[in-house]
């Protein structure tokens, strides 16, 4: 049984240039879920999506978006990157939805300079 | 890896010892609470969980007190190892979409 696949693992980006970051999910899961974690911080939600549609979203701005495919692996992208969007972008796959049994992978770092 | 424990309020304890990490919740409507450990450059990994039905839980050198009326969560960890050095985090969910709210982390740095 394979884990939670994060792509890349780090990241430098130019302020006001857009990310593409990649989470393949946990064998059998189909629900997957973003979080950005600052350095010294807690991860904070950023969205989950539930069978290509998203299933809620914390409080980020629109420039950061995602979707789902229909092998249940997910893309987050950020657009216009500010200096704050530095962090370790975490993405977790469950088995459902509304289930918090979560495998998170081992994120990605970005850096925005 | 990087750290993930810049500016953590910090637990040292020797090996052996047990540690106790501590954790104030902000939602009196959550239902669901666990426990993470991270290391450094992984994501955080499952330690254990306890619903707002119970008060104690137990698990392999693991326990979790919940105390709903001050919106206390506790982690108890016997005989503390040096691969138990990591960041804690506590959780909180219930609000919706099982997404989960995130404490701030406790460092816990154990020496042989």
């Known amino acids: 049984e394979t884990g939670v696949t994060q792509s890349p693992t780090h990241l430098i980006k130019t302020r006001g240039q857009q990310v593409t970051l990649r989470c393949s999910s946990q064998?059998?899961?189909?629900?997957v879920s973003w979080y950005q974690q600052a350095l010294g911080q807690g991860p904070q939600f950023i969205f989950q999506y539930y069978r290509e549609e998203e299933n809620g979203r914390g409080n980020f701005p629109p420039r950061f978006s995602g979707l789902q495919f229909p092998n249940y692996s997910s893309e987050l992208n950020v657009n216009a990157l500010e200096l704050d969007d530095s962090a370790l972008y975490l993405c977790?796959?469950?088995?459902?939805?509304?289930?918090?049994?979560?495998?998170f992978g081992s994120g990605t770092r970005l850096t925005v300079v | 890896g990087e750290s993930v424990g810049l500016h953590l309020p910090t637990l040292s304890v020797q090996e052996g010892d047990n540690s106790i990490i501590n954790c104030a919740y902000s939602?009196?409507?959550?239902?669901?609470f666990i426990w993470y450990k991270q290391e450094s450059g992984k994501g955080p990994q499952f330690i254990i969980d306890?619903?707002?039905?119970?008060d104690k839980r137990q698990g392999q050198r693991v326990t979790v007190l919940l105390n709903k009326t001050v919106k206390h969560l506790s982690l108890q960890i016997a005989a503390t190892q040096p691969g138990d050095s990591a960041v804690y985090f506590c959780a909180e969910g219930g609000s919706g979409y099982s997404t989960l709210t995130f404490g701030k982390g406790t460092m816990l740095l154990v020496s042989p």
């Open positions: 064998s059998g899961h189909n629900t």
């Open positions: 939602n009196s409507a959550s239902d669901y």
């Open positions: 306890i619903r707002s039905n119970m």
């Open positions: 977790a796959s469950s088995l459902a939805r509304g289930h918090y049994g979560y495998t």
